[in-house]
T-cell receptor, first 116, second 115 residues
Framework: GAVVSQHPSRVICKSGTSVKIECRSLDFQATTMFWYRQFPKQSLMLMATSNEGSKATYEQGVEKDKFLINHASLTLSTLTVTSAHPEDSSFYIC????????????FGDGTRLSIL | GENVEQHPSTLSVQEGDSAVIKCTYSDSASNYFPWYKQELGKRPQLIIDIRSNVGEKKDQRIAVTLNKTAKHFSLHITETQPEDSAVYFCAASEHSGGGADGLTFGKGTHLIIQP
């Protein structure tokens, strides 16, 4: 168990486009989901913590108006990159946390976003 | 906030030898320390984790040690095999009764197993 599905796996789009990425916990309820960003050959950086039914908590330096997070149910969180530019190109990965067993976190397969 | 340092950035060992990767952390409130293996373009895969009430944990060829006083933890891989080649990340977070924080990752170690 503890499967996290992330969609889409790859997006290529023009500058100025908004892109939505979905993160779903398939076989468990996740009160908390996390969004990470990974640039090529670099580490994963926590962007924000997404809590079901409340506003997301953003890490320092991450623009909340740029990266919109919605966690409307116990199995779905979405990240929308608004008006994306080439510098937003990156690998975005979500993870989900079981309510009853917060660790370990369960990661999705990631979304490779390329902005032309 | 938490800061995790990881060394070395690249490690090349002969097949069959042991590999050791070391991490230090800054926040004494951190109490959960996982290690992830990531292959190119794939999700990080948890290989072992340790909590702060334990000093050492072993799973077949993989072991992790934790020194809470010194705020450092290490990954040990014995009898390395070619399929162990990947990037390894250490991480730290705080787990309280209300849940767990997001993970703070080290910069990663590219482990190369030479045949």
């Amino acid at each position: 168990g503890a499967v996290v599905s992330q969609h889409p796996s790859r997006v290529i789009c023009k500058s100025g486009t908004s892109v939505k990425i979905e993160c779903r916990s398939l076989d468990f309820q996740a009160t908390t989901m996390f969004w990470y960003r990974q640039f090529p050959k670099q580490s994963l950086m926590l962007m924000a913590t997404s809590n079901e039914g409340s506003k997301a908590t953003y890490e320092q330096g991450v623009e909340k108006d740029k990266f919109l997070i919605n966690h409307a149910s116990l199995t779905l969180s979405t990240l929308t990159v608004t008006s994306a530019h080439p510098e937003d190109s990156s690998f975005y990965i979500c993870s989900a946390q079981r309510q009853e067993a917060p660790q370990p976190q369960h990661f999705g397969d990631g979304t490779r976003l390329s902005i032309l | 906030g938490e800061n995790v340092e990881q060394h070395p950035s690249t490690l090349s060992v002969q097949e069959g030898d042991s590999a050791v990767i070391k991490c230090t952390y800054s926040d004494s409130a951190s109490n959960y320390f996982p290690w992830y293996k990531q292959e190119l373009g794939k999700r990080p895969q948890l290989i072992i984790d340790i909590r702060s009430n334990v000093g050492e944990k072993k799973d077949q060829r993989i072991a992790v040690t934790l020194n809470k006083t010194a705020k450092h933890f290490s990954l040990h891989i014995t009898e390395t095999q070619p399929e162990d080649s990947a990037v390894y990340f250490c991480a730290a977070s705080e787990h309280s009764g209300g849940g767990a924080d997001g993970l703070t990752f080290g910069k990663g170690t590219h482990l190369i197993i030479q045949p």
